[in-house]
């Protein structure tokens, strides 16, 4: 059975006045249909890039390798270079949430415009088919007042009622895959429950493949099947969502889980990570968590161990440096 | 028994506020009627979600917002400060005393200025120091109290992650020697490996430095682990207020219980237990009368829905404040 999405040996490499930057190193991820796959990493460890190359949203600086590939629903994006191909993935067959719900829509234009014009563009319809289903988009995502919400502007409504919006529109075009790049970060916790819920509702409903995109273990032990840790660019462990947050092998992963802090459990101390991530510019050779993992054993430290995912348990993926290290503590 | 730093007594902010020029004039509740009691060497907790006033409190406390009513005592050792009744004088005497550490260690550094002017900035504003040599050695002081490579001080900004930049924003605020550091959402723009490390030194720094800080936040894991005492505010109110882990543990207003069972859990068995609250925070334009809390509140009786029943908060155990709508 072929994925929904696979993605193989992707390198995204950024050419900037300092030099050029590998912004994500040899990752290979696969969502299927009516599966949703969480990506978590710390800001800079290339989630968004990642996301943005499926849909080839990143700028012209930006090159990817000769090898990798990204096939979607049996074609190559990478290899897309027409607008007319291009147009038939964004917000076509793939549609994107963004974070922050201000930014995403235009200030100046109604909500309702907007979302008729993505439709007009990629579906054979009217205008007057075009409002008709907006409005029940709207109406599913729990808008009181589509009606009158579809004739307002952006700013007129709150930040919960926003993201809500955000989400009709990127469904509405029925997509068969769905980029949510924290799409609740901006939110406040009890609105975070309801868009999580509803989230969820609709990959039922829809059937959709999902990339869940966040920095919050929470989150993502809340709504993903499946899970990648990424880490400056890498992918250091993957896997079922069970599995890598009860049984993590991985020494950053580990980090993670116990530098978060857990309500149920007042009494453990937090531990953070020791050390910042170091710049893209100056990535280190070898395994890239070694300049900040607590329990590097010699080889690791000298950048003797290249990367490379091994499968642990079925399905269970860890970074061969980062299961010696894991081994140690 | 007066141990407390900070009094704050039936305090409430209004805003001015006039949709445009024609429009009649309106007022904007958003800190109504708040009275605590901040002790020496606290870790004094404010949780709620945007729009209920934590922040404005929070600043109306440091004297940076007009007080509408009440009034904001600081017991300082010899003399007792009254926010709303103060000179010129005094105002800056007080603001040595307190100081506050902003959430966006991006948006608060200026970038033309090296982090060692950064720092001084502050003791050269209020004259605290007599002489270059003093200041560049309470500022190498205090630099390494926060864990910054003494080195680094001839750098700009730009040069610093996000975690770094937080210790220098702590450092500006410490250096002037405070009792009192309001911290508002200072880690919230942090990443969870970093954000742990700012609350320890945090931590440390209380102990070491005798500090007694305000601590404003919207996630109740975090106040649930550095704070001894915590205030829920919802909509300019607080709703309740008690010792961290008793209100955590045994939280009895419904708001409190939603915002509790709302975050998300980390083990992926455990999904979808949050009390799910319909529709958003009303406006602080027209707050609803009697329980501000009771348009959105998931078990309302018949008294509270009907809002007759007035804000008022009353102890349930020693120490343990809950809004009377609530505790009945």
Same mark, same amino acid.
């Given at each position: 059975?072929? +994925?929904?999405?696979?993605?193989?040996?992707?390198?995204?490499?950024?050419?900037?006045?300092?030099?050029?930057?590998?912004?994500?190193?040899?990752?290979?991820?696969?969502?299927?249909?009516?599966?949703?796959?969480?990506?978590?990493?710390?800001?800079?460890?290339?989630?968004?890039?990642?996301?943005?190359?499926?849909?080839?949203?990143?700028?012209?600086?930006?090159?990817?390798?000769?090898?990798?590939?990204?096939?979607?629903?049996?074609?190559?994006?990478?290899?897309?270079?027409?607008?007319?191909?291009?147009?038939?993935?964004?917000?076509?067959?793939?549609?994107?949430?963004?974070?922050?719900?201000? #930014?995403?829509?235009?200030? =100046?234009?109604?909500?309702?415009?907007?979302?008729?014009?993505?439709?007009?563009? +990629? %579906?054979?319809?009217?205008?007057?088919? =075009?409002?008709?289903?907006?409005?029940?988009?709207?109406?599913?995502?729990?808008?009181?007042?589509?009606?009158?919400?579809?004739?307002?502007?952006?700013?007129?409504?709150?930040?919960?009622?926003?993201?809500?919006?955000?989400?009709?529109?990127?469904?509405?075009?029925?997509?068969?895959?769905?980029?949510?790049?924290?799409?609740?970060? #901006?939110?406040?916790?009890?609105?975070?429950?309801?868009?999580?819920?509803?989230?969820?509702?609709?990959?039922?409903?829809?059937?959709?493949?999902?990339?869940?995109?966040?920095?919050?273990?929470?989150?993502? #032990?809340?709504?993903?099947?499946?899970?990648?840790?990424?880490?400056?660019?890498?992918?250091?462990?993957?896997?079922?969502?069970?599995?890598?947050?009860?049984?993590?092998?991985?020494?950053?992963? %580990?980090?993670?889980?116990?530098?978060?802090?857990?309500?149920?459990?007042?009494? =453990?101390?937090?531990?953070?990570?020791?050390?910042?991530?170091?710049?893209?510019?100056?990535?280190?050779?070898?395994?890239?968590?070694?300049?900040?993992?607590? +329990?590097?054993?010699?080889?690791?430290?000298?950048?003797?161990?290249?990367?490379?995912?091994?499968?642990?348990?079925?399905?269970?993926?860890?970074?061969?440096?980062?299961?010696?290290?894991?081994?140690?503590? | 028994?007066?141990?407390?730093?900070?009094?704050?007594?039936?305090?409430?902010?209004?805003?001015?506020? !006039?949709?445009?020029?024609?429009?009649?004039?309106?007022?904007?509740?958003?800190?109504?009627?708040?009275?605590?009691?901040? $002790?020496?060497?606290?870790?004094?907790?404010? &949780?709620?979600?945007?729009?209920?006033?934590?922040?404005?409190?929070?600043?109306?406390?440091?004297?940076?917002?007009?007080?509408?009513?009440?009034?904001?005592?600081?017991?300082?050792?010899?003399?007792?400060?009254?926010?709303?009744?103060?000179?010129?004088?005094?105002?800056?005497?007080?603001?040595?005393?307190? $100081?506050?550490?902003?959430?966006?260690?991006?948006?608060?550094?200026? *970038?033309?200025?090296?982090?060692?002017?950064?720092?001084?900035?502050?003791?050269?504003?209020?004259?605290?120091?007599?002489?270059? !040599?003093?200041?560049?050695?309470?500022?190498?002081?205090?630099?390494?109290?926060?864990?910054?490579?003494?080195?680094?001080?001839?750098?700009? *900004?730009?040069?610093?992650?996000?975690?770094?930049?937080?210790?220098?924003?702590?450092?500006?605020?410490?250096?002037?020697?405070?009792?009192?550091?309001?911290?508002?959402?200072?880690?919230?723009? @942090?990443? &969870?490996?970093?954000?742990?490390?700012?609350?320890?030194?945090?931590?440390?720094?209380?102990?070491?430095?005798?500090?007694?800080?305000?601590?404003?936040?919207?996630?109740?894991?975090?106040?649930?682990?550095?704070?001894?005492?915590?205030?829920?505010?919802?909509?300019?109110?607080? &709703?309740?207020?008690?010792?961290?882990?008793? @209100?955590?543990?045994?939280?009895?207003?419904?708001?409190?219980?939603?915002?509790?069972?709302?975050?998300?859990?980390?083990?992926?068995?455990?999904?979808?237990?949050?009390?799910? @609250?319909?529709?958003?925070?009303?406006?602080?334009?027209? *707050?609803?009368?009697?329980?501000?809390?009771?348009?959105?509140?998931?078990?309302?009786?018949?008294?509270?829905?009907?809002?007759?029943?007035?804000?008022?908060?009353?102890?349930?155990?020693?120490?343990?404040?809950?809004? $009377?709508?609530?505790?009945?």
């Amino acid at each position: 059975m072929s +994925h929904l999405l696979e993605v193989k040996n992707l390198d995204v490499k950024f050419d900037t006045d300092e030099g050029r930057i590998t912004a994500v190193e040899n990752i290979s991820l696969s969502v299927d249909q009516g599966e949703v796959l969480g990506i978590v990493g710390e800001s800079g460890s290339g989630k968004s890039v990642t996301a943005k190359s499926i849909m080839k949203l990143n700028p012209g600086n930006t090159s990817y390798n000769e090898d990798a590939e990204i096939i979607l629903d049996n074609e190559n994006v990478l290899q897309f270079t027409s607008k007319q191909d291009l147009k038939k993935i964004r917000g076509g067959k793939v549609s994107m949430i963004f974070q922050e719900p201000m #930014a995403s829509f235009a200030p =100046a234009i109604k909500i309702g415009a907007q979302m008729v014009e993505q439709l007009l563009i +990629h %579906k054979n319809i009217n205008k007057d088919e =075009a409002k008709s289903i907006s409005i029940n988009m709207l109406k599913r995502v729990g808008i009181a007042d589509a009606e009158k919400r579809f004739n307002q502007y952006a700013f007129e409504l709150s930040g919960g009622m926003r993201q809500r919006a955000m989400i009709a529109m990127a469904l509405s075009t029925m997509p068969k895959l769905l980029l949510a790049d924290e799409p609740t970060t #901006a939110l406040d916790v009890t609105i975070q429950a309801q868009v999580i819920n509803l989230i969820k509702d609709i990959i039922k409903e829809y059937q959709m493949g999902v990339i869940f995109i966040t920095h919050d273990l929470g989150v993502i #032990a809340q709504v993903a099947d499946h899970v990648a840790v990424m880490y400056l660019g890498s992918v250091v462990e993957k896997g079922p969502v069970n599995e890598i947050l009860k049984n993590p092998k991985h020494p950053y992963t %580990k980090g993670l889980l116990q530098a978060l802090p857990d309500i149920n459990n007042l009494d =453990a101390p937090l531990s953070p990570i020791p050390g910042n991530i170091p710049s893209p510019l100056d990535r280190p050779t070898g395994c890239v968590f070694r300049t900040r993992c607590p +329990h590097h054993n010699p080889e690791g430290k000298d950048g003797k161990i290249e990367m490379k995912l091994i499968e642990v348990e079925p399905g269970h993926w860890v970074d061969q440096c980062g299961i010696k290290c894991g081994q140690n503590g | 028994m007066d141990n407390n730093l900070i009094s704050v007594n039936n305090v409430s902010v209004n805003f001015d506020y !006039q949709e445009n020029f024609i429009s009649k004039k309106q007022k904007i509740h958003a800190v109504n009627n708040i009275n605590i009691k901040i $002790q020496k060497g606290s870790f004094f907790g404010l &949780v709620g979600e945007s729009g209920s006033g934590k922040t404005t409190l929070g600043r109306a406390i440091l004297g940076a917002n007009k007080i509408s009513s009440g009034n904001v005592i600081f017991h300082d050792d010899e003399r007792d400060y009254d926010l709303t009744n103060m000179n010129k004088q005094d105002l800056k005497e007080y603001r040595k005393k307190a $100081q506050l550490i902003f959430q966006d260690p991006y948006a608060a550094l200026s *970038p033309r200025m090296t982090v060692r002017d950064i720092i001084a900035e502050p003791l050269e504003v209020m004259k605290i120091t007599n002489s270059r !040599q003093e200041t560049d050695e309470r500022v190498r002081d205090i630099a390494a109290k926060c864990r910054l490579n003494i080195e680094h001080l001839r750098r700009f *900004p730009h040069a610093f992650s996000g975690g770094q930049r937080q210790r220098i924003s702590i450092a500006r605020a410490l250096v002037s020697n405070p009792k009192f550091i309001v911290a508002d959402e200072s880690v919230a723009a @942090l990443d &969870v490996s970093i954000q742990a490390d700012i609350l320890n030194l945090l931590k440390q720094l209380q102990t070491e430095l005798n500090l007694t800080y305000l601590f404003i936040s919207h996630d109740l894991s975090v106040v649930a682990h550095v704070c001894d005492v915590v205030a829920v505010m919802y909509l300019g109110h607080i &709703v309740e207020m008690g010792p961290s882990r008793q @209100l955590f543990k045994n939280p009895k207003h419904s708001y409190t219980k939603a915002l509790l069972s709302s975050i998300p859990s980390i083990d992926p068995e455990k999904r979808s237990q949050a009390i799910e @609250l319909k529709g958003e925070i009303p406006s602080a334009l027209n *707050p609803p009368p009697g329980c501000v809390f009771r348009t959105r509140c998931p078990n309302p009786g018949i008294d509270c829905k009907g809002g007759e029943i007035k804000m008022g908060l009353t102890e349930v155990e020693p120490g343990h404040w809950v809004d $009377q709508c609530c505790a009945l």
